[in-house]
């Protein structure tokens, strides 16, 4: 149905969600897609039934600005470290320095969290990094 519907936009999350009603009662599957190719998932290869709902949410962004090659929003990948954001933005400008690298990481109703991440920690959904000016 995905492949009818036009696929999985680039901007689309890796998991859809299947609900409808079998057997008379509510029914709801969550649906790893890169799974079904890559692990041979066929046992999440679920039959669409008439009244079926495929749901499938945007991916996770994380955004990248300052001293910069290429600053702006990106996917969150499964797995990515704050390392591969940084190259997914092009990396650092010839005047940007890891070394004054700035997260900013929040969460609804908490205080957003501005530290200086490791290169090795884990990108979440909505972070957003600054790459500072080297002054030398």
Do not use: C
């Not at 190719?37 to 008439?50: E, K, T």
């Not at 290429?70 to 797995?79: A, C, D, I």
């Not at 591969?84 to 010839?94: F, I, N, R, T």
């Amino acid at each position: 149905m995905n492949a009818i519907a036009g696929g999985v936009a680039s901007g689309a999350a890796d998991l859809a969600i299947l609900t409808g009603e079998r057997a008379g009662k509510p029914y709801r599957k969550e649906i790893d897609i890169p799974a079904l190719f890559l692990h041979g998932g066929q046992n999440d290869d679920i039959a669409v039934a008439g009244g079926d709902v495929i749901y499938v949410h945007r991916a996770p962004m994380f955004y990248v600005y300052g001293e910069v090659q290429r600053p702006g929003s990106y996917r969150v990948e499964r797995g990515m470290t704050i390392r591969q954001a940084l190259v997914a933005g092009g990396g650092p400008s010839a005047r940007g320095t890891e070394r004054s690298l700035r997260l900013w990481r929040g969460a609804t109703g908490r205080q957003v969290e501005v530290r200086n991440p490791r290169l090795d920690e884990p990108v979440q959904a909505d972070d957003v990094l600054h790459v500072g000016e080297s002054l030398f």
